[in-house]
């Protein structure tokens, strides 16, 4: 398993199992404006007004990824004033 060989500290199954609870897939048409409707309601009520940091990963093409971010933002899911915010591609690490 990567975090044996990456972490700065040992999981074991439970917190890696802890962790696991906090994370969502969501697949959508980036072109489509209710599929960012529907991740906006979906994310409302997962955070239900708490703090909450969100990574979005975008399986995307790397020039997809501007449009994408225009959205989140226009959407208001890419302010930091409840959280911090990050996007990341999957080419990022390329």
Do not use: V
Request: hydrophobic fraction near 35%; charge should be negative.
């Amino acid at each position: 398993m990567g975090t044996e060989q990456h972490a700065a500290q040992i999981f074991d199954a439970t917190t890696c199992m802890e962790f696991s609870t906090c994370l969502w897939y969501r697949s959508g048409d980036f072109k489509a404006q209710p599929d960012y409707d529907g991740l906006e309601a979906f994310l409302s009520e997962e955070i239900a007004g708490g703090p909450a940091n969100q990574l979005f990963y975008l399986a995307a093409t790397p020039m997809f990824f501007a449009p994408i971010l225009e959205q989140l933002g226009s959407h208001k899911m890419a302010r930091q004033d409840n959280g911090w915010r990050l996007s990341c591609g999957e080419h990022d690490h390329e």
